[in-house]
């Protein structure tokens, strides 16, 4: 009895073991579509302190919305032409990344949920927001 038991335990740890090792095998790309769909916080938060692959890819920038009213057309998903618009659709914990070049007109928006806003460019002058 006492021998089926340990099989039965050695089997579980096995499989569990086994298991968490498959999701390790897909690949960035992959496991970075599969964090986009977590809150970033908690989930988000809580999934980067697994290991450091997964810290990088849940903190990822490719997992940030994005403001670029230089673009066409907006059918990428998390890409926005103004700061109203990303701000409605940003979750609590959201980066909002702000396209460097030119001025972005900020008016009448209330944020009520931790966001964190970053303006691109490598110098601060690139990112301009005018609020009013």
Not at 23 to 34: P, T
Not at 103 to 129: F, M, V, W, Y
């Amino acid at each position: 009895m006492e021998v089926e038991e340990q099989a039965k335990r050695k089997s579980r740890k096995i499989s569990s073991s086994s298991s968490s090792a498959l999701i390790n095998n897909l690949d960035d790309g992959c496991l970075m579509h599969i964090f986009s769909f977590l809150s970033p916080i908690p989930d988000r938060y809580n999934t980067a302190l697994v290991c450091h692959r997964w810290c990088y890819l849940a903190c990822h920038p490719r997992l940030w919305l994005r403001v670029d009213r230089s673009m066409k057309e907006f059918s990428e998903r998390g890409v926005f032409p103004n700061i109203e618009e990303a701000v409605s659709a940003a979750r609590t914990g959201d980066t909002i990344l702000i396209a460097a070049g030119g001025s972005h007109l900020a008016s009448n928006i209330q944020i009520k949920r931790p966001l964190c806003l970053i303006g691109g460019g490598e110098l601060p002058d690139e990112t301009t927001i005018v609020c009013l």
